[in-house]
């Protein structure tokens, strides 16, 4: 497996959004991004409708997790940080006045869960399981598909990051959330959040090219 930098946006998110050893899910505007759909099941929610309320969270449930694998670089964490940021969602919803997208809102309820994670980490240092092992191990034990060794690559890279920059890149290609809702999430300036996302990337795609594997994937600038 061989990229070249710069790795196209559209390349990077699609395997960051997709479930490890997962096909990444194609999801309508209205359910991934928080339109009228959305809209129309937070009003039904609210109302107590609690088929709405389940179809909400079953809606946006895989790129909650998406991000929660992505920021804390370990499974279990990041199903425990899924199913806390749902809960704080629901707890929130009354909260959610519609100036942006349900996703958005969502998304960000879910970074602000993972760095609360992060900060408990710290103070329990562990080595995850899932970081001890080399993607070339791994393959090497079992016959993966080419998608599910990139997806693999791809997270392994992302978890190398500097935790910055993992951040930045996340809330960017995973979550969709535009620049200055990431200033606002992480507390910081604009500039800040753009150098960021550039260095991130240019790491992220570093590091691809570093990895080896049994197929070589190359892509070029858009």
Same mark, same amino acid.
């Given at each position: 497996m061989q990229f070249v930098e710069p790795v196209p946006r559209r390349v990077l998110r699609d395997l960051l959004r997709a479930r490890p050893g997962l096909t990444p899910t194609v999801v309508?505007?209205?359910?991934?991004?928080?339109?009228?759909?959305?809209?129309?099941?937070?009003?039904?929610? !609210?109302?107590g409708d609690r088929?709405? +309320? =389940?179809? &909400?969270? #079953? *809606?946006?449930?895989?790129?909650?997790?998406?991000?929660?694998?992505?920021?804390?670089?370990?499974?279990?964490?990041?199903a425990d940080a899924t199913q806390d940021a749902l809960i704080a969602a629901v707890r929130g919803l009354a909260s959610f006045d519609g100036n942006a997208q349900f996703g958005t809102w969502l998304? !960000?309820?879910?970074?602000?869960?993972? +760095? =609360?994670? &992060?900060? #408990? *980490?710290?103070?329990?240092?562990?080595?995850p399981l899932d970081e001890t092992f080399s993607v070339s191990e791994l393959i090497a034990t079992r016959p993966f598909d080419s998608t599910v060794v990139d997806q693999m690559a791809v997270q392994a890279a992302l978890g190398r990051l500097p935790e910055d920059f993992r951040i930045a890149v996340v809330l960017r290609d995973v979550a969709d959330l =535009?620049?200055?809702?990431?200033?606002?999430?992480l507390?910081?300036?604009?500039?800040?959040?753009?150098?960021?996302?550039?260095?991130?990337?240019?790491?992220?795609?570093?590091?691809?090219?570093?990895?080896?594997?049994?197929?070589?994937?190359?892509t070029n600038q858009p």
């Open positions: 309508s505007d209205a359910g991934a991004d928080g339109g009228a759909g959305d809209l129309a099941l937070v009003t039904a929610a !609210r109302a088929q709405a +309320l =389940d179809q &909400l969270l #079953r *809606r946006h449930y895989d790129r909650v997790y998406a991000v929660c694998r992505r920021i804390l670089h370990h499974d279990a964490d990041a998304y !960000r309820v879910a970074t602000n869960t993972c +760095l =609360d994670h &992060l900060r #408990r *980490r710290k103070r329990r240092p562990t080595t =535009d620049y200055d809702a990431i200033a606002e999430t507390n910081v300036p604009i500039g800040t959040v753009r150098s960021r996302i550039a260095r991130g990337r240019a790491l992220l795609a570093k590091e691809l090219g570093n990895q080896t594997g049994p197929h070589n994937y190359q």
